[in-house]
């Protein structure tokens, strides 16, 4: 029955288990462990012949409900959630593989994705090959006979370039690899990677799932076979299992989930809109506008735009510099997905441990600033940028 709600009810009361007493929240069930009433229980229990869960770090009734809830939205068949996104991506990639594998992945990643699989996975002697991911013959050129993964997040932090997602699971499937798709920045809203071919998504929920600047978290979705194969054990022993606590912030945030990133995607094409026609404004890059380059792979791969916008000023680092110091509403910040707006300067922050080199390559210059738009009303958002661009004297 619930596989024919539409997604907004989904979001509401989607995986939901109620206690004996019927409560209409979900509940937070802030235990380690669960008691059995008799022996030959906790035999069966153990044996899996019974359902029911054994140990928080397995599995725990809160967590099942944001688990289930997030599957319903991914359309997925199976999810753990985590203590973080770098929990998720991490648990993702390095449980289905060992030394002498090899890894494909595009340079545009979030930073400590980009360790993870640049130098964390060497050390134990799994390869890993960085491309520019936004063309396909990039991926083709990289593989290798002990290429088993594809890692890709789309659209890209900060710069909003895109990778066709169709395309490198094709690539994938032809020599027996997995596609893991890191889907924080266009949220399960705008794009299905399973549906385009991808075998494993990850996020960070910290973002727009908790979306209101609460706590971390993370969620890893794929088919119930890959999950039981890879994920199930390497979750249960390591450890990366998220508080029942945050997954009741994260289910609450869910339920507004669409309401918050509809009002945030107006406001940032209406803000990429204004800002691409100021002079102080070298270029806007925004995957809901005709001018994005990639605007063709975004038609096919996304629902909609982004709650984000990349732009460039003409008066390089000085000129971001005093736009965001002047801007009132939209506050500094390197976290994103917020109910309030916020903006970064990535070249000073969240990219400042690339090499000058590696910054280029991937189109962030000293003049380079994110917007993560907020819930706030467009057009006070709007005035923000008119009068900070004005009191910067740019
Ligand atoms: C924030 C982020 C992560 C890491 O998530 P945490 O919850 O901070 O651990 C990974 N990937 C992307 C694209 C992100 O934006």
Avoid at 150 to 164: A, K
Avoid at 170 to 184: E, F, H
Avoid at 305 to 326: I, M, P, R, W, Y
Wanted: contains cysteine; aromatic residues 8%; proline residues 4%.
């Amino acid at each position: 029955m619930t596989k024919n709600w539409r997604p907004a009810t989904q979001l509401v009361h989607g995986g939901t288990l109620r206690s004996q007493y019927g409560e209409t929240s979900e509940a937070i069930f802030l235990t380690q462990g669960f008691v059995y009433d008799t022996s030959e229980a906790a035999e069966a229990r153990f044996k899996g012949e019974t359902d029911g869960f054994i140990y928080a770090r397995y599995g725990s009734p809160t967590n099942d409900m944001f688990e289930k809830r997030m599957c319903m939205l991914e359309g997925a068949e199976d999810a753990r959630a985590t203590a973080s996104g770098m929990a998720a991506v991490t648990a993702a990639i390095l449980c289905q593989l060992k030394a002498g594998d090899h890894i494909v992945a595009a340079r545009a990643l979030f930073g400590s994705c980009r360790w993870v699989v640049e130098t964390l996975a060497p050390k134990y002697g799994i390869e890993c090959t960085l491309v520019d991911g936004r063309f396909l013959e990039n991926w083709e050129k990289a593989i290798t006979p002990k290429t088993k993964v594809f890692f890709l997040e789309s659209p890209t932090n900060p710069t909003l370039e895109v990778v066709d997602i169709a395309g490198v699971a094709k690539l994938a499937n032809q020599i027996g690899a997995k596609v893991v798709v890191d889907n924080v920045f266009a949220t399960p809203l705008y794009q299905k990677p399973l549906e385009l071919g991808a075998h494993i998504v990850v996020y960070s929920a910290t973002k727009h799932i908790d979306g209101q600047g609460r706590c971390l978290g993370g969620v890893v979705l794929s088919d119930k076979a890959w999950i039981d194969e890879n994920l199930h054990d390497y979750f249960r022993h390591t450890g990366p299992a998220m508080s029942p606590f945050n997954a009741w912030t994260l289910l609450k945030g869910i339920e507004t989930l669409p309401l918050r990133v509809k009002q945030q995607t107006e406001s940032a094409s209406k803000i990429a809109d204004f800002l691409a026609d100021q002079k102080q404004v070298a270029k806007v890059i925004y995957p809901g506008r005709k001018d994005h380059p990639q605007a063709d792979i975004i038609a096919r791969q996304m629902k909609a735009g982004s709650t984000l916008v990349c732009f460039e000023l003409k008066g390089g680092k000085d000129a971001a510099f005093k736009l965001q110091n002047a801007l009132e509403i939209v506050r500094i910040s390197n976290n994103l997905g917020d109910s309030k707006s916020l903006i970064t300067h990535p070249a000073t922050t969240t990219h400042k441990n690339l090499t000058d080199e590696a910054r280029a390559e991937l189109g962030i210059s000293p003049g380079t600033v994110r917007l993560s738009a907020g819930i706030e009303d467009t057009d006070d958002l709007i005035e923000d940028f008119a009068r900070a661009l004005s009191k910067a004297g740019m």
